[in-house]
């Protein structure tokens, strides 16, 4: 299996700060990466796919970066409703499965 | 715009099947691969298994002999068996349509995510 780490697990910011979400694979997974953001209870939103691929209708101020086993999800300019919770995802081998990352709950300060 | 809405039975015992359907409105089954994802409570996503209309599947390996995907084009509608339930299989069960092209592997739209619950 290919674990996805993230850090950190949560993180307390004000709005209009820059937040940085790190996820690490435990392999290399070239760009196969994707960030999703979940609110209480309703389904995750897809915001990056392929480790920087901004998903259309989602703000510019969400960005990813990375390639290999080290990736990135910034907030530049954090909103009131970006208060959530973001996984990253692999999908580098479909006949292995994808996985999630635990999870980084965004909360305000 | 794509929509996906599931159903299925919300409360199962111990060894029961898990039986779950999504249908797909707005579009078609072409194209894509139709996913399952899990949820236990409070904790993070499981990737279950996924199927393409024409009948290929990939399954998460802790999960595959308990998994079964089965897709109906007539209906435009695809679906999931989860035998030998067990409290761990708790959870909200989600299902989704994956991008299926050669660089870009992501979950684009979701369903409305069903709440299961394995009690005796």
């Known amino acids: 299996d290919i674990q996805m780490t993230q850090s950190p697990s949560s993180l307390s910011a004000s709005v209009g700060d820059r937040v940085t979400i790190t996820c690490r694979a435990s392999q290399n997974i070239n760009k196969y990466l994707n960030w999703y953001q979940q609110t209480p209870g309703r389904a995750p939103k897809l915001l990056i796919f392929a480790a920087s691929s901004l998903q259309s209708g989602v703000p510019s101020r969400f960005s990813g970066s990375g390639s290999g086993t080290d990736f990135t999800l910034t907030i530049s300019g954090l909103q009131p409703e970006d208060f959530a919770t973001y996984y990253c995802q692999q999908s580098s081998s479909p006949l292995r499965g994808y996985t999630f990352g635990q999870g980084t709950k965004v909360e305000i300060k | 715009q794509v929509q996906l809405q599931q159903w299925g039975a919300g409360l199962l015992e111990p060894s029961e099947t898990l039986s779950l359907t999504c249908g797909v409105y707005?579009?078609?089954?072409?194209?894509?691969?139709w996913s399952w994802i899990r949820q236990p409570p409070g904790k993070g996503l499981e990737y279950i298994g996924e199927i393409n209309p024409s009948g290929n599947t990939n399954s998460n390996p802790s999960l595959k002999s308990r998994v079964t995907t089965s897709a109906d084009t007539s209906k435009n509608q695809f679906s999931l068996k989860l035998t030998s339930a067990t409290a761990a299989d708790t959870a909200v069960y989600y299902c989704?349509?994956?991008?299926?092209?050669?660089?870009?592997?992501?979950?684009?739209?979701w369903g409305q995510g069903t709440v299961v619950s394995v009690s005796s």
């Open positions: 989704a349509r994956r991008i299926a092209s050669l660089s870009v592997r992501a979950f684009d739209i």
């Open positions: 707005g579009g078609s089954l072409s194209g894509y691969y």
